[in-house]
Protein backbone atom coordinates (compact mmCIF):
# COMPACT_ATOMS: atom_id res chain seq x y z
CA UNK A 1 0.00 0.00 0.00
CA UNK A 2 1.01 3.57 -0.80
CA UNK A 3 1.52 6.39 2.26
CA UNK A 4 -2.36 7.45 1.83
CA UNK A 5 -3.67 4.45 1.85
CA UNK A 6 -2.05 2.75 4.65
CA UNK A 7 -2.56 6.29 6.56
CA UNK A 8 -6.54 5.75 6.62
CA UNK A 9 -6.82 1.95 6.38
CA UNK A 10 -3.20 0.06 8.16
CA UNK A 11 -4.60 -1.92 10.82
CA UNK A 12 -7.94 -1.46 10.82
CA UNK A 13 -10.67 -3.75 9.74
CA UNK A 14 -14.71 -3.10 10.05
CA UNK A 15 -14.86 -4.17 13.87
CA UNK A 16 -15.66 -8.02 14.03
CA UNK A 17 -18.39 -7.52 16.32
CA UNK A 18 -20.84 -4.82 15.18
CA UNK A 19 -19.39 -4.26 11.41
CA UNK A 20 -18.60 -0.96 12.66
CA UNK A 21 -16.42 1.02 10.34
CA UNK A 22 -14.07 3.06 12.89
CA UNK A 23 -12.19 0.91 15.23
CA UNK A 24 -14.40 1.29 18.00
CA UNK A 25 -12.73 2.76 21.23
CA UNK A 26 -12.62 -0.08 23.88
CA UNK A 27 -12.97 1.24 27.11
CA UNK A 28 -11.92 -1.37 28.73
CA UNK A 29 -9.19 -2.04 31.50
CA UNK A 30 -9.44 -5.67 31.61
CA UNK A 31 -11.01 -9.05 29.47
CA UNK A 32 -12.93 -11.95 30.25
CA UNK A 33 -11.38 -15.00 30.83
CA UNK A 34 -13.18 -18.41 30.16
CA UNK A 35 -10.55 -20.21 32.16
CA UNK A 36 -7.14 -18.78 33.43
CA UNK A 37 -5.20 -17.85 30.23
CA UNK A 38 -8.21 -18.84 27.70
CA UNK A 39 -8.64 -15.51 25.99
CA UNK A 40 -9.04 -14.33 22.97
CA UNK A 41 -5.63 -12.52 22.91
CA UNK A 42 -6.47 -9.43 25.38
CA UNK A 43 -5.55 -9.64 29.08
CA UNK A 44 -4.97 -6.05 30.73
CA UNK A 45 -5.21 -2.83 28.83
CA UNK A 46 -1.94 -1.88 30.31
CA UNK A 47 -0.67 -4.46 27.89
CA UNK A 48 -3.24 -4.68 25.20
CA UNK A 49 -6.01 -2.65 24.09
CA UNK A 50 -7.60 -3.43 20.44
CA UNK A 51 -7.90 0.31 20.06
CA UNK A 52 -4.35 0.94 20.88
CA UNK A 53 -3.29 -2.51 18.62
CA UNK A 54 -4.96 -0.70 15.32
CA UNK A 55 -3.18 2.34 16.39
CA UNK A 56 0.37 0.66 16.79
CA UNK A 57 -0.02 -1.03 13.53
CA UNK A 58 -1.01 1.76 11.45
CA UNK A 59 1.92 4.13 13.20
CA UNK A 60 4.63 0.62 12.12
CA UNK A 61 2.97 0.31 8.59
CA UNK A 62 3.74 4.47 8.17
CA UNK A 63 7.38 4.17 8.90
CA UNK A 64 7.72 0.75 7.02
CA UNK A 65 8.26 -1.17 9.94
CA UNK A 66 7.06 -4.66 11.36
CA UNK A 67 6.59 -3.29 15.06
CA UNK A 68 4.78 -0.33 16.50
CA UNK A 69 4.11 0.62 20.30
CA UNK A 70 2.03 3.79 21.76
CA UNK A 71 3.57 5.33 24.48
CA UNK A 72 1.94 8.07 27.15
CA UNK A 73 3.82 10.54 25.84
CA UNK A 74 6.98 11.63 23.83
CA UNK A 75 9.06 11.41 26.63
CA UNK A 76 7.33 7.80 28.07
CA UNK A 77 8.81 6.37 24.47
CA UNK A 78 11.98 8.01 25.06
CA UNK A 79 11.96 6.53 29.18
CA UNK A 80 11.53 2.94 27.50
CA UNK A 81 14.21 3.37 24.82
CA UNK A 82 16.79 4.35 27.41
CA UNK A 83 15.57 1.54 29.70
CA UNK A 84 17.60 -0.75 27.07
CA UNK A 85 20.94 0.71 28.81
CA UNK A 86 22.79 -0.42 31.74
CA UNK A 87 24.98 1.62 34.34
CA UNK A 88 28.25 2.45 32.25
CA UNK A 89 26.75 2.34 28.53
CA UNK A 90 27.34 5.82 26.55
CA UNK A 91 25.32 7.46 24.68
CA UNK A 92 26.13 10.05 21.13
CA UNK A 93 23.36 12.49 20.80
CA UNK A 94 23.25 15.92 18.95
CA UNK A 95 23.82 18.92 21.10
CA UNK A 96 20.33 20.64 19.64
CA UNK A 97 17.65 18.39 21.00
CA UNK A 98 14.63 19.08 22.26
CA UNK A 99 14.84 20.58 25.93
CA UNK A 100 13.07 17.92 27.71
CA UNK A 101 15.36 15.12 25.72
CA UNK A 102 18.18 16.81 27.04
CA UNK A 103 16.83 16.60 30.79
CA UNK A 104 15.65 13.31 30.43
CA UNK A 105 19.45 12.63 29.39
CA UNK A 106 21.07 14.58 31.59
CA UNK A 107 18.81 14.83 34.94
CA UNK A 108 17.60 11.42 35.03
CA UNK A 109 19.51 8.66 33.07
CA UNK A 110 22.90 10.51 34.21
CA UNK A 111 22.14 9.58 37.52
CA UNK A 112 22.00 5.94 36.57
CA UNK A 113 25.15 5.67 35.32
CA UNK A 114 24.85 6.25 31.69
CA UNK A 115 27.08 9.01 29.76
CA UNK A 116 26.08 11.25 26.96
CA UNK A 117 28.29 13.18 24.43
CA UNK A 118 26.49 16.01 23.51
CA UNK A 119 27.99 16.57 20.06
CA UNK A 120 27.71 18.57 16.46
CA UNK A 121 26.08 15.08 14.03
CA UNK A 122 26.13 17.86 11.06
CA UNK A 123 28.46 15.59 9.72
CA UNK A 124 28.34 11.85 10.77
CA UNK A 125 32.23 11.56 10.69
CA UNK A 126 31.78 13.82 13.98
CA UNK A 127 30.85 10.61 15.73
CA UNK A 128 34.10 8.75 15.32
CA UNK A 129 36.35 10.03 17.90
CA UNK A 130 33.48 9.25 20.80
CA UNK A 131 32.75 5.71 19.86
CA UNK A 132 34.23 3.07 22.10
CA UNK A 133 33.23 0.19 23.32
CA UNK A 134 30.77 1.50 25.97
CA UNK A 135 29.23 2.78 22.89
CA UNK A 136 25.43 1.19 22.99
CA UNK A 137 23.26 3.96 21.53
CA UNK A 138 23.29 6.94 18.91
CA UNK A 139 20.01 9.00 19.46
CA UNK A 140 19.24 11.50 16.60
CA UNK A 141 17.09 14.23 15.95
CA UNK A 142 16.61 15.30 12.34
CA UNK A 143 15.36 18.18 11.35
CA UNK A 144 16.45 19.66 15.24
CA UNK A 145 14.49 20.95 17.38
CA UNK A 146 14.66 24.04 17.39
CA UNK A 147 17.46 24.74 14.85
CA UNK A 148 16.56 22.80 11.81
CA UNK A 149 20.13 21.41 11.41
CA UNK A 150 19.56 18.09 9.52
CA UNK A 151 21.95 14.88 10.34
CA UNK A 152 22.56 12.54 7.66
CA UNK A 153 20.32 8.99 8.55
CA UNK A 154 22.38 7.13 6.14
CA UNK A 155 25.66 8.01 6.98
CA UNK A 156 25.68 7.80 10.58
CA UNK A 157 23.48 4.34 10.25
CA UNK A 158 26.78 3.45 8.66
CA UNK A 159 29.23 4.31 11.04
CA UNK A 160 26.65 2.82 13.54
CA UNK A 161 26.50 -0.46 12.54
CA UNK A 162 29.84 -1.25 11.63
CA UNK A 163 30.67 -0.38 15.58
CA UNK A 164 27.39 -2.49 16.62
CA UNK A 165 25.67 0.39 17.81
CA UNK A 166 21.96 1.39 18.26
CA UNK A 167 20.66 4.05 15.96
CA UNK A 168 17.07 5.78 17.73
CA UNK A 169 16.13 8.63 14.74
CA UNK A 170 13.50 11.09 16.49
CA UNK A 171 11.34 11.55 13.83
CA UNK A 172 8.86 13.67 14.89
CA UNK A 173 9.51 17.07 12.99
CA UNK A 174 9.85 15.34 9.98
CA UNK A 175 6.58 12.83 10.83
CA UNK A 176 6.79 9.68 8.45
CA UNK A 177 5.24 11.72 5.49
CA UNK A 178 8.44 13.53 5.49
CA UNK A 179 11.14 11.43 5.96
CA UNK A 180 11.28 6.97 6.77
CA UNK A 181 14.59 6.56 8.94
CA UNK A 182 14.37 2.60 9.27
CA UNK A 183 14.98 2.37 4.98
CA UNK A 184 17.42 4.99 5.71
CA UNK A 185 19.52 2.33 8.44
CA UNK A 186 18.29 3.56 11.65
CA UNK A 187 16.88 0.51 14.18
CA UNK A 188 14.07 2.37 16.44
CA UNK A 189 12.30 5.56 15.01
CA UNK A 190 10.43 7.70 17.65
CA UNK A 191 8.35 10.00 17.75
CA UNK A 192 6.38 12.22 19.74
CA UNK A 193 3.05 11.37 18.57
CA UNK A 194 1.54 14.34 19.79
CA UNK A 195 2.65 16.64 17.02
CA UNK A 196 2.25 15.89 13.48
CA UNK A 197 0.98 12.39 13.92
CA UNK A 198 -2.18 13.23 16.42
CA UNK A 199 -2.40 16.92 14.10
CA UNK A 200 -5.16 18.52 16.04
CA UNK A 201 -3.20 19.51 19.23
CA UNK A 202 -6.33 17.54 21.48
CA UNK A 203 -3.83 14.63 22.73
CA UNK A 204 -0.27 13.95 24.10
CA UNK A 205 1.56 10.86 22.84
CA UNK A 206 4.61 8.79 22.10
CA UNK A 207 5.62 5.96 19.20
CA UNK A 208 7.92 4.07 18.61
CA UNK A 209 8.50 1.80 15.38
CA UNK A 210 11.33 -0.70 14.68
CA UNK A 211 11.81 -3.76 12.55
CA UNK A 212 13.76 -6.48 15.20
CA UNK A 213 11.93 -8.34 16.94
CA UNK A 214 14.48 -9.21 19.41
CA UNK A 215 14.27 -5.71 20.22
CA UNK A 216 10.50 -5.53 20.07
CA UNK A 217 10.40 -7.75 22.92
CA UNK A 218 12.80 -5.94 24.63
CA UNK A 219 10.89 -2.82 24.13
CA UNK A 220 7.85 -4.63 24.80
CA UNK A 221 8.60 -5.85 28.45
CA UNK A 222 9.45 -1.97 29.35
CA UNK A 223 6.47 -0.54 28.03
CA UNK A 224 4.43 -3.37 30.24
CA UNK A 225 5.87 -3.45 33.10
CA UNK A 226 6.70 0.25 33.57
CA UNK A 227 3.07 0.88 32.23
CA UNK A 228 3.50 4.52 30.43
CA UNK A 229 0.69 3.31 27.61
CA UNK A 230 -1.56 5.31 26.41
CA UNK A 231 -5.63 4.49 27.23
CA UNK A 232 -8.00 3.83 24.19
CA UNK A 233 -9.72 6.98 23.48
CA UNK A 234 -6.02 8.69 23.06
CA UNK A 235 -5.54 5.71 20.83
CA UNK A 236 -8.50 6.64 18.49
CA UNK A 237 -7.56 10.40 18.55
CA UNK A 238 -4.38 9.68 16.84
CA UNK A 239 -5.65 7.12 14.76
CA UNK A 240 -8.37 9.59 13.67
CA UNK A 241 -5.53 11.87 13.05
CA UNK A 242 -3.63 10.28 11.18
CA UNK A 243 -6.10 9.65 8.39
CA UNK A 244 -5.40 13.06 7.35
CA UNK A 245 -1.63 13.64 7.51
CA UNK A 246 -0.60 13.37 4.12
CA UNK A 247 -3.02 16.22 3.90
CA UNK A 248 -1.90 18.23 6.06
CA UNK A 249 1.58 17.51 5.80
CA UNK A 250 1.44 18.58 2.22
CA UNK A 251 -0.17 21.81 3.22
CA UNK A 252 2.17 22.21 6.10
CA UNK A 253 5.40 22.25 3.42
CA UNK A 254 3.35 24.66 1.03
CA UNK A 255 2.58 27.30 3.64
CA UNK A 256 5.99 26.52 5.13
CA UNK A 257 7.82 27.66 2.17
CA UNK A 258 6.12 30.53 1.88
CA UNK A 259 6.84 31.64 5.51
CA UNK A 260 10.29 30.22 5.31
CA UNK A 261 10.48 32.85 2.15
CA UNK A 262 8.84 35.93 3.51
CA UNK A 263 11.01 35.84 6.66
CA UNK A 264 14.06 35.63 4.69
CA UNK A 265 13.26 38.81 3.03
CA UNK A 266 12.24 40.69 6.52
CA UNK A 267 13.94 43.62 7.78
CA UNK A 268 13.58 43.27 10.87
CA UNK A 269 14.51 39.11 10.28
CA UNK A 270 18.15 38.13 10.89
CA UNK A 271 18.63 34.32 10.82
CA UNK A 272 16.33 32.11 9.18
CA UNK A 273 16.50 28.17 9.94
CA UNK A 274 14.69 26.18 7.43
CA UNK A 275 15.97 23.32 5.87
CA UNK A 276 14.59 24.26 2.43
CA UNK A 277 17.16 26.87 1.84
CA UNK A 278 20.01 26.42 -0.63
CA UNK A 279 21.90 28.10 1.34
CA UNK A 280 21.25 25.60 4.34
CA UNK A 281 24.05 23.92 5.92
CA UNK A 282 23.19 20.54 4.47
CA UNK A 283 20.16 21.30 2.12
CA UNK A 284 21.79 18.74 -0.16
CA UNK A 285 21.51 15.96 3.02
CA UNK A 286 17.71 16.68 3.03
CA UNK A 287 16.82 16.88 -0.23
CA UNK A 288 18.12 13.51 -0.32
CA UNK A 289 16.54 11.34 2.55
CA UNK A 290 13.56 13.93 2.78
CA UNK A 291 10.38 14.19 0.82
CA UNK A 292 9.69 18.28 1.53
CA UNK A 293 10.63 20.67 4.36
CA UNK A 294 8.27 20.89 6.43
CA UNK A 295 6.43 23.70 8.55
CA UNK A 296 9.12 24.38 11.22
CA UNK A 297 11.08 27.37 11.28
CA UNK A 298 12.68 29.51 13.39
CA UNK A 299 14.12 32.34 12.98
CA UNK A 300 16.20 35.30 15.25
CA UNK A 301 14.77 39.19 15.36
CA UNK A 302 17.84 41.19 14.00
CA UNK A 303 19.59 42.62 17.29
CA UNK A 304 16.85 41.99 19.83
CA UNK A 305 17.07 41.93 23.43
CA UNK A 306 15.16 39.48 25.61
CA UNK A 307 12.00 42.14 26.04
CA UNK A 308 12.05 43.40 22.47
CA UNK A 309 11.30 39.08 21.72
CA UNK A 310 8.92 38.59 24.20
CA UNK A 311 7.16 41.74 22.93
CA UNK A 312 7.30 40.37 19.70
CA UNK A 313 6.12 36.97 20.31
CA UNK A 314 3.05 38.78 22.51
CA UNK A 315 1.51 40.71 19.18
CA UNK A 316 0.88 37.83 17.14
CA UNK A 317 -2.80 37.27 16.69
CA UNK A 318 -3.27 33.97 14.46
CA UNK A 319 -0.41 32.09 15.39
CA UNK A 320 -0.85 31.26 18.90
CA UNK A 321 1.79 31.65 21.40
CA UNK A 322 2.21 27.94 23.12
CA UNK A 323 4.87 25.36 23.37
CA UNK A 324 4.42 21.94 20.95
CA UNK A 325 4.02 21.73 17.12
CA UNK A 326 2.58 19.99 14.41
CA UNK A 327 -0.88 21.02 14.75
CA UNK A 328 -3.48 22.46 12.38
CA UNK A 329 -3.47 25.43 13.85
CA UNK A 330 -0.23 27.83 13.67
CA UNK A 331 1.70 28.05 16.87
CA UNK A 332 4.64 30.91 17.93
CA UNK A 333 7.37 29.62 20.58
CA UNK A 334 9.96 31.40 22.37
CA UNK A 335 12.54 28.49 23.00
CA UNK A 336 14.81 29.59 25.50
CA UNK A 337 12.14 30.61 27.89
CA UNK A 338 9.86 27.83 27.04
CA UNK A 339 10.61 24.23 25.25
CA UNK A 340 14.34 24.54 25.83
CA UNK A 341 14.31 26.32 29.37
CA UNK A 342 16.02 23.44 31.23
CA UNK A 343 19.01 23.30 28.81
CA UNK A 344 21.94 25.49 30.48
CA UNK A 345 21.98 29.29 28.80
CA UNK A 346 25.70 27.74 27.53
CA UNK A 347 24.65 25.02 25.74
CA UNK A 348 22.13 26.25 24.23
CA UNK A 349 23.60 29.32 23.09
CA UNK A 350 26.15 27.65 21.41
CA UNK A 351 24.01 25.56 19.04
CA UNK A 352 22.18 29.31 18.28
CA UNK A 353 19.35 28.69 20.93
CA UNK A 354 19.82 32.27 21.85
CA UNK A 355 17.60 34.96 23.34
CA UNK A 356 15.99 36.69 20.35
CA UNK A 357 14.95 33.04 18.78
CA UNK A 358 11.65 32.18 18.07
CA UNK A 359 10.46 29.12 16.41
CA UNK A 360 6.88 28.64 14.02
CA UNK A 361 5.05 25.71 14.02
CA UNK A 362 3.00 26.83 10.37
CA UNK A 363 0.15 25.61 10.58
CA UNK A 364 -2.49 25.26 7.33
CA UNK A 365 -4.48 27.89 7.69
CA UNK A 366 -5.04 30.38 4.46
CA UNK A 367 -1.28 31.59 3.57
CA UNK A 368 -2.33 35.17 3.53
CA UNK A 369 -3.71 35.33 7.08
CA UNK A 370 -0.49 33.86 8.11
CA UNK A 371 1.65 36.24 6.07
CA UNK A 372 -0.35 39.31 7.09
CA UNK A 373 -0.20 38.02 11.57
CA UNK A 374 3.57 38.15 10.50
CA UNK A 375 4.01 41.42 8.82
CA UNK A 376 1.77 43.11 11.90
CA UNK A 377 3.66 41.27 14.65
CA UNK A 378 6.98 42.79 13.21
CA UNK A 379 6.13 45.69 12.45
O1 LIG B 1 5.74 16.17 24.54
P1 LIG B 1 5.96 14.72 24.29
O2 LIG B 1 4.87 14.06 23.52
O3 LIG B 1 6.34 13.97 25.54
O4 LIG B 1 7.22 14.62 23.29
C1 LIG B 1 8.50 15.04 23.65
C2 LIG B 1 9.28 15.44 22.43
C3 LIG B 1 10.20 14.56 21.88
N1 LIG B 1 10.92 14.86 20.78
C4 LIG B 1 10.78 16.04 20.15
C5 LIG B 1 11.60 16.34 18.94
C6 LIG B 1 9.86 16.98 20.64
O5 LIG B 1 9.73 18.14 19.98
C7 LIG B 1 9.10 16.68 21.81
C8 LIG B 1 8.14 17.66 22.39
N2 LIG B 1 8.36 18.98 21.97
C9 LIG B 1 7.63 20.07 22.37
C10 LIG B 1 6.64 20.04 23.25
C11 LIG B 1 8.02 21.34 21.72
O6 LIG B 1 7.25 22.32 21.74
O7 LIG B 1 9.12 21.38 21.15
Same mark, same amino acid.
Given at each position: ?????????????????? @????? =????????????????????????????????? !???? $???????????????????????????????????????????????? +??????????????? =?????????????????????????????? $??????????????????????????? =???????????????????? &???????????? !???????????????????????????? @??????????????? @??????????????????? =?????????????????? +??????????? $?????????? &??????????????????????????????????????????????????????????????????
Amino acid at each position: MRFATKAIHAGQEPDPST @GAVMT =PIYQTSTYWQKSPGEHKGFEYSRGTNPTRKALE !ECLA $ALENATFGLAFSSGMAATDAIMKLLKPGDEVITGSDLYGGSYRMFTRI +FAAYGINFHFIDLSS =PENIVPYLNTKTKLIWLETPTNPTMQIVDI $AGVSKIAKAHNVLLTVDNTFASPYLQN =PIDLGADIVMHSATKYLGGH &SDVVMGAVMLND !EDLYKKLWFIYNACGATPGPMDSFLVLR @GIKTLHLRMKAHCEN @GEKVASFLKAHFRVDKVYW =PGFNDHPNHLVAKKQMRD +FGGMISFTLKG $AALKETFETA &SKFKVFTLAESLGGVESLINHPVSMTHASIPKEAREAVGVVDNLLRLSVGVEDIEDLLEDLEQALR
